[in-house]
Nanobody, 121 residues
Framework: QVQLVESGGGLVQPGGSLRLSCAASGSISSIYAMGWYRQAPGKQRELVAT???????NLADSVKGRFTISRDNARRTVYLQMNSLTPEDTAVYYC???????????????WGQGTQVTVSS
């Protein structure tokens, strides 16, 4: 019903930057929030950043000052600009959308397949 396609992951050296993108498609009626979560090996999935359709953003303390989240509502796309990356940022990054569809008015969490971000020298 809702497909999320992520792009932009890869290998980067410490101190480098990456920009992740996630585009939503499908039978969407409303997207209330979009965001990014990450999961490192042996750890639980954690919130990185979210952005509501109204423009309110929320970032994890560990990424404040380094990461920026933005949305293009017309394109149903969310971006995560990641600067000053450290090895601790290495994880699979998952796109999330809290959205309602034309088939179900109640919103639901949808997830992308994940994109690997590796920070290493």
């Amino acid at each position: 019903q809702v497909q999320l396609v992520e792009s932009g992951g890869g290998l980067v050296q410490p101190g480098g930057s990456l920009r992740l993108s996630c585009a939503a498609s499908g039978s969407i009626s409303s997207i209330y929030a979009m965001g990014w979560y990450r999961q490192a090996p042996g750890k639980q999935r954690e919130l990185v950043a979210t952005a509501t359709s109204g423009g309110t953003t929320n970032l994890a303390d560990s990424v404040k000052g380094r990461f920026t989240i933005s949305r293009d509502n017309a394109r149903r796309t969310v971006y995560l600009q990641m600067n000053s990356l450290t090895p601790e940022d290495t994880a699979v990054y998952y796109c999330n959308a809290y959205a309602a569809t034309v088939w179900a008015a109640s919103p639901y969490d949808y997830w992308g397949q994940g994109t690997q971000v590796t920070v290493s020298s």
